[in-house]
Structure formats: structure tokens, C-alpha cells
């Protein structure tokens, strides 16, 4: 396998609890190379981040130009990495994941390197609506960002997002799940879902976060429509 890499980001709110998953990645069965928190200046161009501490393992990316939202979570990742071999796993902030998680994504990129991976994804149904997709190898349209992504870095282009962004309505940026996979789509790289052996461990905290991308924008679902009929609009949509 290629060097791999475990990028993610925070919130204010939540940077004091990220040693809840980042003891999970350290406790992972197989062991990422290099672990990127990346971080902006400001949190929604507002509120500075407090002082907080990581584990010596992990390397905190202060990026400017802006908070860019989830995306955060890879976009500036991409610029710490030349090799397009190179495997980036994103992962959020509020779940605790289980030692089996990277190897499960480390073997299904071992089998079919030209593909996208992770445990989560959905596809739409004829009328839009979102379906559900779980288990080993099934190919979804979108791949869902809680559940740990795999991609190769060549697999992104970052000027290609970074442009894509500045198009886009600011708001849609807290749909990341959608704009990556609409990507990953244009790129002609295929999704697909992994089944692991543990669950997810879901943080209840994560829930009370007035913070949190469910309460943005009138809900998921309601973002992931909007998002979906702009980019048909404007002729980006390449998922389908």
C-alpha cells in the first residue's frame, strides 16, 4: 500500500473532544502514516479556535483564505501531497471509529485502486429521493463523509474544487459529502461501500451542537436538493 494519510477537521466546539477519535485512529489494527488536522485562522470568518492539544502524532495544518467548511476536512490535505498514490482516509470529528476501519478500507483500495471507498453511501431513487447503501463492495452515487472516506490523491483536483467553490453558493459548502462525490463522478472515479466488522461509535454530544451540518440550511436532505438542482442548472452534475 501506498503512504496513507488521515486528514480531518474541527470546530471550536469540538477541538477539546478530538481525542475521542483521534485515540481511535491510533488504536486502528493497521496504522496510517501520517495523521493532518486541518485547521483556518476562524471559524466561519468569526470565532477564533482556543488553545487545545493533539497527540504528538498528529500534525495541525493552520490554512489560510477562509473557513472552507467541512471540505476542510481534504481540500488543504491536498496540497501537503505530491504522489498521486498517495491514500487519503477523511474522517469527522464526532465519531469514535472502530480498529478494523482502516484495514477495511486499506484492502478494498489494495483490489481496486481506481475506486473511492467508504462505509457509508446513498444513492437516488427515479424521483430523487435519497436510498441507503450498506455492505461490501456495493457502488453508491455518493459516499457519506461519517463514515470515513479513501480516496487517492489523484483522484482530487484541487484547483478544480477550489474553482467549483468559488461558483458555488457559499452554503453548499456544508454539503461535502455531495460536492466530493460529484467530483469524484466527473473524474470518473466509482464509489463504493465497505462493510465493517464493528460499528461506528457515534458521539451523543455531536447531536447538541447548535453547530452541527443537520441544522444548516433547513437540513441535509433539504441542502443536498438544493445542491443537486443548481449544479444540473449550471451543467455540473455528473453523478447518474
Given at each position: ?44 470568518g468569526r470565532a ?75 444513492v437516488y431513487d ?115
Amino acid at each position: 500500500m501506498a503512504c496513507s494519510v488521515v486528514s480531518l477537521t474541527t470546530t471550536p466546539n469540538r477541538c477539546r473532544q478530538l481525542s475521542i477519535v483521534v485515540d481511535s485512529i491510533l488504536g486502528q489494527s493497521v496504522r496510517p502514516d501520517r495523521i493532518v488536522l486541518n485547521v483556518p485562522d476562524r471559524y466561519r470568518g468569526r470565532a477564533p479556535y482556543p488553545s487545545f492539544e493533539v497527540d504528538d502524532g498528529v500534525e495541525i495544518n493552520r490554512f489560510a483564505g477562509g473557513d472552507l467548511g467541512p471540505i476542510a476536512k481534504i481540500l488543504p490535505t491536498l496540497d501537503l501531497v505530491a504522489d498521486p498514490e498517495t491514500v487519503i482516509i477523511t474522517l469527522d470529528d464526532d465519531v469514535a471509529y472502530p480498529p478494523c476501519l482502516l484495514r477495511s478500507l486499506f484492502e478494498a483500495a489494495r483490489e481496486h485502486p481506481d475506486m473511492a471507498f467508504g462505509s457509508k453511501g446513498f444513492v437516488y431513487d427515479e424521483l430523487g429521493n435519497i436510498r441507503p447503501v450498506r455492505g461490501n463492495h456495493r457502488c453508491c452515487d455518493v459516499l457519506q463523509g461519517y463514515g470515513a472516506v479513501l480516496y487517492r490523491r489523484g483522484h482530487l483536483q484541487a484547483d478544480v474544487l477550489r474553482a467549483q467553490l468559488k461558483e458555488q453558493p457559499d452554503r453548499f459548502r456544508f454539503s461535502d459529502d455531495v460536492i466530493l462525490s460529484n467530483h469524484l463522478a466527473g473524474q470518473g472515479v466509482a464509489r463504493c461501500t465497505v462493510e465493517l466488522d464493528e460499528p461506528l461509535g457515534h458521539q451523543p454530544w455531536a447531536d447538541e451542537d447548535p453547530h452541527a451540518l443537520k441544522y444548516e440550511g433547513g437540513g441535509t436532505h433539504k441542502r443536498y436538493a438544493e445542491i443537486r438542482e443548481w449544479l444540473e442548472a449550471h451543467g455540473q452534475w455528473f453523478i447518474g
